[in-house]
């Protein structure tokens, strides 16, 4: 069966959005990339069943905000606000699906007087995405509160629950194979006081909005930090801050940020990254990991 036919039968039961010739930089933070041919927002495990029948393993993101599309693409699954976007509480357990924004869940913990989420607050990717990652931020990753999550395979079409025993979770990577879409995930947080929760949430983001740029498309860090010295120290020792490739230029503010002041191209900001690499290695002997993933 040819791709379009596959798409014909996909759309007699898919009850999610596909986009055809989709424009990337709207679903990267970065605001760049090229087109999706076909790009599938499923609403449910059985509209990814419908996918993983007709077309085996696609790429798939959530919010974007960690990821930079190098150019085109041909089949991508966004796992987004779209996808079952449901939240249910029962004692100190939040049970969430997968296209929900870490922000949006640590409100939700808030709501219910639930302490434990407040440093992830600022973090602007999804549950699925930040399993994927292990994002955390002040100390706090994503595994130290997770308890269970439910993935899907695509080459085997099944949903499977799984604990944080079963991964290799490290900083930054939350240990999950190629093909495995995490659909939902459960957290265990600790009964608190409303009062102090919103205190430590506002804490976190007034530090947040004072060490990093909130101006312009970004990425977050693009590099990890490496154990012995932050990334953003040694780039800017390496006199980067301001250094400016077509539209992609490297923070005043942070220098482990790229920005894209609206006019970059991926292929702006992966020749930054790689001129960061060679310097800091140069200088320090150091050679930086990536952060954020290149699609
Ligand atoms: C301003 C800013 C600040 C940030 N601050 C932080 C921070 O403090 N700490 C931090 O850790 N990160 C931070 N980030 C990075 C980013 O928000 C996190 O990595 C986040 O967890 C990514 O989630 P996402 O849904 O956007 O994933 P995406 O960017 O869409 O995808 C990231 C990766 O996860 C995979 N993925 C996405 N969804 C799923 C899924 N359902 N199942 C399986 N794989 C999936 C993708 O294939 C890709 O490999 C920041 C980013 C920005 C723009």
Not at 129 to 158: C, H, P, Q, Y
Not at 212 to 233: C, D, H, R, T, V
């Amino acid at each position: 069966m040819s791709v379009m036919e596959r798409i014909e039968v996909l759309k007699e039961r898919f009850e999610g959005k596909i986009l055809e010739n989709a424009d990337l930089r709207n679903y990267s933070f970065m605001h760049t990339g090229g087109h999706a041919k076909y790009l599938f927002e499923p609403y449910s495990i059985a509209d990814l069943e419908l996918i993983s029948e007709q077309f085996g393993e696609v790429k798939c993101i959530g919010n974007g905000s960690n990821v930079l599309f190098r150019g085109d693409i041909d089949k991508i699954v966004v796992i987004s606000r779209t996808f079952n976007d449901s939240v249910s509480i029962e004692g100190d357990t939040i049970r969430s699906s997968a296209g929900v924004s870490l922000p949006v869940l640590a409100k939700k913990a808030y709501e219910n007087s639930l302490t434990g989420f407040e440093e992830l607050v600022g973090i602007p990717g999804t549950v699925g995405g930040a399993i994927r990652m292990n994002a955390g931020a002040f100390g706090k990753t994503v595994f130290d509160v997770l308890t269970e999550f439910s993935i899907f395979e695509t080459n085997s079409g099944r949903t499977v629950k799984m604990s944080p025993s079963d991964v290799n979770f490290q900083y930054r990577n939350g240990g999950l194979q190629e093909g495995q879409i995490v659909v939902s995930g459960t957290f265990k947080l600790n009964r608190g006081e409303k009062g102090a929760i919103l205190n430590k949430m506002f804490n976190f983001s007034a530090n947040r909005r004072m060490k990093q740029p909130m101006k312009g498309y970004s990425l977050g860090s693009i590099f990890k930090n490496p154990k012995k010295y932050p990334a953003g120290w040694l780039i800017e020792e390496c006199g980067f801050k301001g250094t400016k490739v077509g539209g992609a230029y490297v923070s005043e503010k942070h220098a482990n940020f790229i920005i894209n002041d609206g006019s970059a191209t991926s292929e702006d900001v992966l020749q930054l990254i790689d001129m960061i690499r060679t310097q800091v290695f140069k200088r320090f002997n150091i050679e930086l990991e990536l952060e954020i993933v290149v699609l």
